[in-house]
């Protein structure tokens, strides 16, 4: 099974950024633990800052993987296109944020992209990750 996991924008900072509501750990730091914890797995892992590539990045593994777990960051409130994206390919999404964006400014309470999503986990930290991978097996 091939897993692919995509973070959005700022999500580079994690463990550094916000630590109350992201936590103190970094994404490279979970993303070892994760892949040990499903030695079955294949895992890629791809973090931008940048929409078009985010884009890019789903349309190149999006007809191939099993399943991608996407954390949009920002864009998934602001991103017609990311969700557009999402829409065309074959590949599973689930979008999964690391807070709970409901308990948060009003502006996080709408996602663009959930409707194109198979599911959304959020506010259970980096476990939402661990969540998904387990939906996909």
Same mark, same amino acid.
């Given at each position: 099974?091939?897993?692919? *996991?995509?973070?959005?924008?700022?999500?580079?900072?994690?463990?550094?950024?916000?630590?109350?509501?992201?936590?103190?750990?970094?994404?490279? #730091?979970?993303? #070892?633990? =994760?892949?040990?914890?499903?030695?079955?797995?294949?895992?890629?892992?791809?973090?931008?800052?940048?929409?078009?590539?985010?884009?890019?990045? =789903? $349309?190149?593994?999006?007809?191939?993987?099993?399943?991608? =777990?996407?954390?949009?960051?920002?864009?998934? $409130?602001?991103?017609?296109?990311?969700?557009?994206?999402?829409?065309? *390919?074959?590949?599973?999404?689930?979008?999964? $944020? *690391?807070?709970?964006?409901?308990?948060?400014?009003?502006?996080? $309470?709408?996602?663009?992209?959930?409707?194109? @999503?198979?599911?959304?986990? @959020?506010?259970?930290?980096?476990?939402?990750?661990? =969540?998904?991978?387990?939906?996909?097996?």
């Amino acid at each position: 099974m091939q897993i692919v *996991i995509i973070n959005g924008p700022n999500l580079n900072l994690l463990g550094k950024r916000e630590p109350g509501i992201y936590g103190s750990e970094s994404f490279e #730091e979970y993303f #070892e633990t =994760l892949k040990a914890a499903f030695p079955q797995v294949k895992f890629s892992y791809y973090q931008s800052n940048v929409e078009g590539e985010i884009i890019n990045f =789903l $349309h190149q593994v999006g007809f191939s993987a099993d399943g991608i =777990l996407l954390n949009a960051g920002g864009y998934t $409130h602001t991103s017609v296109a990311i969700r557009d994206a999402i829409a065309g *390919i074959k590949t599973p999404v689930i979008e999964v $944020h *690391i807070s709970n964006v409901y308990a948060r400014e009003e502006f996080r $309470h709408t996602s663009l992209i959930a409707p194109k @999503c198979v599911g959304s986990i @959020c506010g259970l930290g980096m476990k939402g990750y661990k =969540l998904g991978v387990e939906y996909f097996l």
